[in-house]
């Protein structure tokens, strides 16, 4: 019963390749994230959505293209990989501002 | 600016408490934040402080925010080992965005 749970949690790919990273979180928020966390373990917002809307994009590249099927679910597919891509993604849901809730991460890891 | 800056490290043996410091640049923040990264993991909030309050206190941790400096600290007291992990602050100004400092590591020596 996992709150926000994100697969997969590992993803080892070679650069060029388009990998989907998907999010569901059961706990009835209207609001989730992408977040992106460096080697250097900081950590940036890139994409928001509240109740399947996108409300927050950041600069990314369009490379990234989330989408959101239901408020339930936050999907991050990316094109045409690159090295600079390797970090671990980050879903989280909230309530309100501020109280996320996060998942576990994804690794990615770009060869 | 919304740049949030962390000290990188900070080690402490246990049982000492710990105080972790944090800057922001936007005074319009309306709440700021801290929350906890374990190895591994996905962040966890702590705690958090409205922008007209100075001082919070939850059991061991105290929160105090000095509005006019734009600083904020975490005070862990009777730190633990388990208390080892990454902590960061983060502001909110408006609307669903938050903003993560750089992060501080806090190492727990027996």
């Known amino acids: 019963d996992t709150a926000v749970s994100q697969t997969p949690k590992y993803l080892v790919t070679q650069m060029g390749n388009d990998k989907s990273i998907k999010c569901e979180q059961n706990?009835?928020?209207?609001?989730m994230y992408w977040y992106k966390q460096d080697s250097k373990k900081f950590l940036k917002i890139m994409f928001s959505?509240?109740?399947?809307?996108?409300?927050i994009n950041e600069t990314v590249p369009n490379r990234f293209s989330p989408k959101s099927p239901d408020k339930a679910h936050l999907n991050l597919h990316i094109n045409s990989l690159e090295l600079g891509d390797s970090a671990v993604y980050f879903c989280?849901?909230?309530?309100?501002?501020?109280?996320?809730?996060f998942g576990e991460g994804s690794r990615l890891t770009v060869l | 600016g919304e740049d949030v800056e962390q000290s990188l490290f900070l080690s402490v043996r246990e049982g000492d408490s710990s105080v972790i410091n944090c800057t922001y640049t936007?005074?319009?923040?309306?709440?700021l934040y801290w929350y906890k990264q374990e190895p591994g993991a996905g962040l966890q909030l702590l705690t958090y402080?409205?922008?007209?309050?100075d001082m919070k206190q939850d059991q061991r941790l105290t929160v105090l925010l000095n509005k006019k400096d734009k600083h904020l600290s975490l005070r862990i007291a009777d730190t633990q080992t388990g208390d080892s992990a990454i902590y960061f602050c983060a502001e909110s100004v408006g609307g669903n965005k938050l903003t993560f400092g750089t992060g501080t590591q806090l190492k727990v020596e027996l």
């Open positions: 402080i409205f922008s007209n309050m």
């Open positions: 706990l009835g928020h209207d609001t």
């Open positions: 959505y509240n109740n399947k809307e996108l409300i």
């Open positions: 989280a849901s909230s309530p309100t501002a501020g109280e996320l809730f």
């Open positions: 936007d005074s319009s923040s309306t709440y």
